[in-house]
């Protein structure tokens, strides 16, 4: 028989603000297909999250502040994303689709050309339950 786990909503605030905390000024870096949390792919586009990227949580949720596009994107098909700190340290390894993955592309497709600007204009990051 499995068993399941679940945490309290304190250490699930923990968690979100842990992560939020190590990622001032550091990055959201959308990937290709292959990409793993300890070993991530190529970049198809690298945007900046704010000096401090995400708000305090007190439910285990938080929510990116502004975060600044890439007008330069190196191109490719977008599936994965990591959030990462400023030393480039992952944090968050997430799928990317268009319905019902960790993040979802709502406009531009997930296919990117080469020179084109990605944007993120909404990220919640959820702790786990």
Same mark, same amino acid.
């Given at each position: 028989?499995?068993? !399941?786990?679940?945490? @309290? !909503?304190?250490? %699930?605030? #923990?968690?979100?603000? *842990?992560?939020?905390? &190590?990622?001032?000024?550091?990055? =959201?870096?959308? %990937? ?14 690298? *945007?900046? =999250? ?7 949580? @007190? ?12 007008? &330069?994107?190196?191109?490719? +098909?977008? #599936?994965?994303? !990591? ?8 944090? #968050?390894?997430? @799928?990317?689709?268009? @319905?019902?993955?960790?993040? &979802?592309?709502?406009?531009?497709? =997930?296919?990117? +050309? ?8 909404? *990220?919640?990051?959820? #702790?786990?339950?």
């Amino acid at each position: 028989m499995a068993g !399941t786990t679940t945490h @309290t !909503t304190v250490f %699930r605030a #923990a968690v979100a603000n *842990l992560v939020g905390d &190590n990622v001032d000024s550091g990055k =959201l870096v959308f %990937r290709i297909t292959g990409s793993t949390a300890d070993s991530p792919t190529s970049a198809v586009a690298t *945007l900046t =999250l704010n000096a401090a990227a995400f708000n305090t949580s @007190t439910d285990g949720v938080t929510t990116a502040g502004a975060i600044t596009s890439d007008t &330069n994107a190196a191109g490719g +098909t977008i #599936a994965f994303a !990591t959030i990462e700190g400023a030393s480039n340290t992952v944090y #968050a390894h997430c @799928t990317v689709g268009t @319905t019902g993955d960790a993040i &979802n592309v709502t406009s531009g497709g =997930l296919a990117v +050309t080469p020179g084109d600007t990605v944007s993120c204009s909404a *990220l919640t990051y959820t #702790a786990m339950p």
